[in-house]
């Protein structure tokens, strides 16, 4: 993937690293980019829906469904398929967060195409972005195949601007990322 073609909503702009702690080396940053995303979609009713990121996670609860869906990227049209038309939406200052709004089509405006969401003229959608090493880990909690790089969880650390200096090794990871998981569950989908 491009470089900032998007941003996951817990470690920023994904990559991938290194991992030197079992041989005693220094982690390091391998890639930038991530072929995959993985999206909670929030279908609001256009007069409930929120404002801006900020009023995303209290309002949250109000939306009418929710979907979470898989996305791979085409490097042949260099978008998200389905269609999110991301070169429009994800490129800018306003996805500082990894939450965003789809904003209706403007073919006048737009550098793409239209996105292939179904969203009725009522409805708002807002977006909560993962990448596929996020998601699992902390949006859905499943035990990670591999013990997470510490410079991974640093990165996640900086971006949602968590305190890092008591994680040292294997011992103290479990406590930060249960704290991430945390911070995650208000961004997830509320149970009916």
Not at 36 to 50: N, R, T, V, W
Not at 89 to 96: E, I, N, S, T, V
Not at 166 to 184: C, H, L, N, W
């Amino acid at each position: 993937m491009g470089v900032h073609d998007y941003r996951c909503s817990v470690c920023g702009p994904p990559s991938s690293y290194v991992c030197g702690e079992k041989t005693g080396e220094e982690c390091e940053e391998e890639g930038f980019g991530d072929d995959q995303a993985i999206l909670d979609l929030f279908f609001f009713a256009a007069d409930e829906a929120p404002e801006d990121a900020d009023d995303f996670e209290k309002a949250r609860g109000r939306a009418r469904r929710t979907r979470t869906q898989p996305f791979g990227y085409d490097w042949g049209e260099w978008e998200f398929v389905p269609s999110l038309n991301y070169r429009e939406l994800l490129m800018d200052d306003d996805d500082a967060t990894g939450v965003w709004r789809i904003e209706p089509f403007d073919e006048d405006a737009s550098d793409g195409n239209p996105v292939s969401l179904e969203i009725p003229e009522d409805e708002r959608v807002w977006v909560v972005n993962y990448c596929s090493n996020c998601h699992p880990l902390f949006a859905e909690g499943k035990p990670p195949a591999d013990e997470p790089c510490l410079e991974y969880l640093r990165a996640v650390a900086e971006n949602l601007d968590l305190d890092f200096d008591g994680v040292k090794g294997s011992a103290d990871k479990p406590a930060f990322i249960a704290t991430v998981r945390e911070r995650v569950a208000r961004r997830r989908p509320v149970s009916r």
